[in-house]
C-alpha cells in the first residue's frame, strides 16, 4: 500500500526578551497550531496579532508560517515589509531574506545575506542563531521512522556549526536542543544516539514535551525498537492530545506492527485533527479500517475519494469490503473492474469472492452457477483456506459438465495431495455419467466407487453405482453378472436393514427385477427369485412386473418386461 508523505511541521520559536509578553504567549499559541497541523488556524492568528501588533517579530513569524508550508515566495515577501522593523542589532527579518535565498537554492545570495546578518547580530544573537541553524536542517519533517527535510537544500553540518554556537549562549534553551536533535538525527541516520541525547535535553527544558516525545520515538522507530517508539508517541498525546502528528505515526507504527484495530483508531483521531486532510490521506484511513475489518468505514471513505485516487487497488478494497457487508452486485461490479484494470495484481481471494458473489446474487438471468464454477476454479489455484476444487467439482456435476468434475478432483489430488471420500464419489458419479458416450468410464467409476467403499463400506448410493457400473462395464453378459450381482444384493440387503427401501424406492425396483432375471436365467434359484419377487410386490403393489414374476414362478405364462439398471 502507498504511503502518504504528510508534513510532520517541527520546532517552536525562540522568543527574545524584547517581546511582550502578552505577544510572546499570542505568538506561542500559534505557532503550536502550526506544530499541531492546524496550519490554517495558525495563519489566521498570525495574521491577526500582525494587523493588531505589526512588529519584527509578528512580521518574521508570520514568514517563517509560509515557509512551514512551502510558500518561500510569500515568506519573503513578510521578511521584506518586517526588515524595516528590525532592530540594529537583531536583524531577524533579514535572516529570514537569507533563509528563504538559502532554500531556493540561490547559495551565493544566501550566504552574502547571512554574512551581513552575523556581522550586524555580532554572531550573539540566539534567536537569529537558531533559525539559521533549524533552516540549514531543510526544515525536518518526519515520514513513518524517517527523517525527511521538507526542502532540498539543507546541511547538516552548517545546522549542527549554528546550534552549537547558540548553546553556547543558552544552555538551557529546549528548542536549541530540539533543533539540535533534528540535525544530528539528519547527519548521522544509522546513530540515533546522538540525537536522542539532545531531544533528552529538549525533554527536561520544554514545557511542551510532545515535540521530543515525538522525536525520540521516531528514533526508536528507526531502530525497530517499535514498543519503545510507541511509548514515547503515547508519551507526546499525554503532554498535548492536540498533537497530530504523533497520531499519525501511531497509526502508522500500528499498521507496520499489524495492530490495524490500533491503526484505524489513531489514524481516525489523527483525521479529526487535521484541516482539510487530502484523498491521499483519507484513501489511506480506509485501507486501515479495511485492515481493522470496519468495513463499512472503508467503503465510506474509499468511495469518497475513489476518483481523486489513481490506483486500481482501490477497487480490491471495495469489492471485498462490500463482499463482507453482504452487498454482492457492489462486489462484482467493484472486482471486475480491478482485474480488468490490475490483472497482474490479482490474487486467488479475489476469484473466490467473486465465486462466491455469483453464488449469492438474486439475478436469475445469467448463468450465475457456471460463472461461479470460473472463478472459483481460478482461485482454487492458488487458495490453501480450502480445497475449492472439491466444490467445482461438485457444482461441476450439477451442472452436467462431466468432464470438469474429472478434471477438478484430480487436480485437486495433485495439489494437496489427497482427496477425501465425498471427491471420490463425485469423481465416481462423473465417470459413470460419462459411460454412456464412452463405456471405458464405467470401471473407472467403479475403481472410484471402491476407494468410496473403502472408507464408507455402507453407504447405499455407492453400492448402487457399483453394480451399475459393472453391469455396464463388460461387453459380456455372464462377466456382466458376475461383476455386478454381488453388489445388487448388498445393495437390498442393506436398503431393508436401515429401512430405507421407500427412499430408493425406484432403484429397488430395479435391482429386484435384475436379480429375479438373473435367479431365474443364470443360478436357478427359485427361493430366492420367490423372496426378490415378494420383496418387489411389497415395496410396490402397482408395479406389475412383479405380479407377473410371481406368475412365472407359479408355471403361469410369463411375460416381463425387466429393466436394465439405469
Known amino acids: 500500500m502507498k504511503k502518504p508523505l504528510n508534513l510532520l511541521i517541527v520546532s517552536l520559536f525562540w522568543l527574545t526578551t524584547g517581546i511582550l509578553t502578552a505577544q510572546a504567549q499570542d505568538l506561542a499559541t500559534a505557532l503550536q497550531w502550526l506544530e499541531r497541523g492546524q496550519t490554517e488556524k495558525a495563519s489566521q492568528q498570525l495574521q491577526q496579532l500582525l494587523q493588531s501588533q505589526p512588529t519584527a517579530q509578528t512580521y518574521f513569524y508570520n514568514g517563517y508560517a509560509a515557509i512551514r508550508t512551502h510558500n518561500l515566495q510569500e515568506a519573503g515577501n513578510y521578511f521584506e515589509k518586517g526588515m524595516i522593523l528590525d532592530e540594529k542589532r537583531h536583524p531577524l527579518n533579514k535572516a529570514g531574506m537569507g533563509i528563504v535565498a538559502l532554500l531556493e537554492g540561490r547559495t551565493t545570495d544566501a550566504e552574502r545575506i547571512l554574512a551581513e546578518v552575523m556581522k550586524e547580530s555580532k554572531g550573539k544573537d540566539v534567536e537569529i542563531l ?97 514498543n519503545l517508539a510507541g511509548d514515547f508517541y503515547r508519551a507526546a498525546l499525554k ?78 478494497l471495495l ?56 472463478y472459483l476454479a481460478k482461485a482454487a489455484t492458488t487458495d ?26 484430480e487436480a485437486g489430488e495433485k495439489r494437496f495431495h489427497k482427496s477425501s471420500v465425498k471427491d471420490k464419489f463425485w469423481l465416481a458419479m462423473a465417470a459413470y455419467k460419462m459411460g454412456r458416450e464412452d463405456s471405458t468410464m464405467y470401471l473407472k467409476a467403479d475403481s472410484a466407487f471402491a476407494a468410496v467403499q473403502e472408507s464408507s463400506p455402507d453407504h447405499l448410493p455407492t453400492i448402487l453405482y457399483r453394480a451399475k457400473s459393472n453391469y455396464y462395464g463388460y461387453a459380456n453378459q455372464d462377466t456382466a453378472y458376475v461383476k455386478s450381482i454381488p453388489f ?63 406368475a412365472q414362478l407359479n408355471n403361469r405364462p410369463p411375460n416381463p418386461s425387466f429393466s436394465k439398471p439405469q
Open 130 to 226: 537558531g533559525r539559521i541553524g533549524e533552516a540549514y536542517t531543510g526544515y525536518t519533517q518526519v515520514i513513518n521512522a524517517t527523517d525527511k527535510p521538507m526542502y532540498n537544500q539543507h546541511n547538516a553540518a552548517k545546522a549542527i556549526e549554528y546550534l552549537e554556537q547558540a548553546l553556547k549562549r543558552d544552555k538551557k534553551n529546549g528548542q536549541l536542543w530540539l533543533a539540535l536533535g533534528d540535525a544530528r538525527a539528519l547527519s548521522t541516520p544509522s546513530n540515533g544516539g546522538p540525537a536522542v541525547t539532545a531531544y533528552e535535553y529538549a525533554l527536561e527544558f520544554l514545557a511542551d514535551k510532545s515535540l521530543p516525545n515525538h522525536r525520540i520515538g521516531t528514533i526508536y522507530w528507526a531502530g525497530k525498537s517499535y
Open 239 to 316: 503532554a498535548d492530545s492536540l498533537y497530530a502528528p504523533s497520531y499519525l505515526q501511531l497509526a502508522e507504527l500500528n499498521f507496520k506492527t499489524n495492530r490495524y484495530k490500533e491503526a484505524a483508531a489513531a489514524m481516525n483521531r489523527y483525521l479529526a485533527l487535521i484541516e482539510k486532510p487530502d484523498a491521499q490521506l483519507r484513501y489511506r484511513s480506509g485501507q486501515f479500517d479495511y485492515l481493522a475489518r470496519e468495513y463499512a468505514r472503508a467503503v465510506q471513505k474509499i468511495e469518497q475519494v475513489k476518483n481523486e485516487v489513481e490506483t486500481p487497488v482501490k477497487y480490491r
Open 319 to 374: 469489492g471485498r469490503s462490500y463482499f463482507s457487508l453482504k452487498d454482492y452486485d457492489k462486489t462484482i461490479e467493484n472486482l471486475k473492474t480491478f482485474l480488468e484494470k490490475a490483472p497482474d495484481k490479482a490474487e486467488g481471494l479475489e476469484y473466490k469472492l467473486l465465486g462466491r458473489a455469483y453464488q449469492n446474487i438474486s439475478d436469475t438471468t445469467i448463468a450465475k452457477d457456471s460463472i461461479a464454477v470460473f
Open 384 to 409: 490453501t483456506t480450502e480445497n475449492l476444487y472439491s466444490e467445482v467439482a461438485e457444482m461441476s456435476y450439477k451442472l452436467k459438465h462431466y468432464e470438469d468434475v474429472v478434471k477438478y478432483v
Open 488 to 550: 445388487y444384493e448388498r445393495f437390498v440387503e442393506l436398503a431393508y436393514t436401515k429401512k430405507e427401501e421407500q427412499k430408493f424406492k425406484y432403484d429397488m425396483r430395479i435391482a429386484l427385477k435384475y436379480l429375479f432375471s438373473y435367479y431365474t436365467s443364470v443360478e436357478i434359484n427359485p427361493e430366492k427369485a420367490l423372496d426378490v419377487a415378494q420383496k418387489g410386490k411389497e415395496l410396490d403393489p402397482a408395479d406389475k412386473d412383479f405380479n407377473d414374476m410371481m
